[in-house]
Structures are given as structure tokens and as C-alpha cells.
């Protein structure tokens, strides 16, 4: 069974960093495209990054830009989130998902399409 599930979440302070983990079960990463986002309750969900299958090619919303990294070790069936200069803002929760028909992230992926697989998400809360 193709499972996902989020890893790393936690309370931090502005300014502060945390490494989200993404761990998929059930199936191979090296042929699936993995996708961060994230929501707080009450509002639309966010394209947070978009990691390509091998790892040459990644995306970010601008919100995040410069300050979030996506990595990928797929031997480890792993995808990584490093978030430093964490705002108040950042507050959410963080969801990765896969698509697994697609080598590259589509023109949509903020959108969530073709994410068919979805972890519970991890809760990160950036406050002093």
C-alpha cells in the first residue's frame, strides 16, 4: 500500500530552522514526483515546493524562496524540506505528496495536480 508520512514538524522561534522529512512506503521514489505544501485552517492550501524524480529540478512559491530547500535521497525513500528564517507566517501544516506518473513537476503542481498520494501532514508552528 503506497503510504507518505511527514516527519519534523515542531514549535520553533522566528529566525529558527527545521528539516521536514517525507518517507514513502509501498513504492519506489525514484520514479515519483514529490510535492510540499501547506495549510492553516480556514484558508486555501499552498504549493510550498516541487522536486523533480531525480532531483534536478526543483520549485518554490515565492513566499518560501530563499529560504526553504527540497532535496530528495531516494535510496532512502526520502524527500527533505530544509526551512530556515522561519516566519510566524510558516505556520501550517505541511503536507508532502507524490505523483507518480510524472518525471518532472507540472506547469500545475502549487495546484496539486496529478498529487495523487497525500501524507496526514506535520504541524509546524514558528512563534516566540
Known amino acids: 500500500q503506497l503510504q507518505l508520512v511527514e516527519s519534523g514538524g515542531g514549535l520553533v522561534q522566528p529566525g529558527g530552522s527545521l528539516r521536514l522529512s517525507c518517507l514513502a512506503s509501498?513504492?519506489?521514489?525514484?520514479?515519483?514526483?514529490i510535492g510540499w505544501f501547506r495549510q492553516v485552517p480556514g484558508k486555501e492550501r499552498e504549493g510550498v515546493s516541487c522536486?523533480?524524480?531525480?532531483?534536478?529540478?526543483?520549485n518554490y512559491a515565492d513566499s518560501v524562496k530563499g529560504r526553504f530547500t527540497i532535496s530528495r535521497h531516494n535510496a532512502k525513500r526520502t524527500v527533505y524540506l530544509q526551512m530556515n528564517s522561519l516566519k510566524p507566517e510558516d505556520t501550517a501544516v505541511y503536507y508532502c505528496?507524490?505523483?507518480?506518473?510524472?518525471?518532472?513537476?507540472?506547469?500545475?503542481?502549487?495546484?496539486?495536480?496529478?498529487?495523487?498520494?497525500w501524507g496526514e501532514g506535520t504541524l509546524v508552528t514558528v512563534s516566540s
Open positions: 522536486i523533480n524524480t531525480s532531483g534536478s529540478s526543483t
Open positions: 505528496a507524490a505523483d507518480p506518473t510524472e518525471t518532472e513537476c507540472s506547469t500545475f503542481w502549487s495546484l496539486g495536480y496529478g498529487m495523487d498520494y
Open positions: 509501498g513504492f519506489s521514489l525514484d520514479y515519483t514526483v
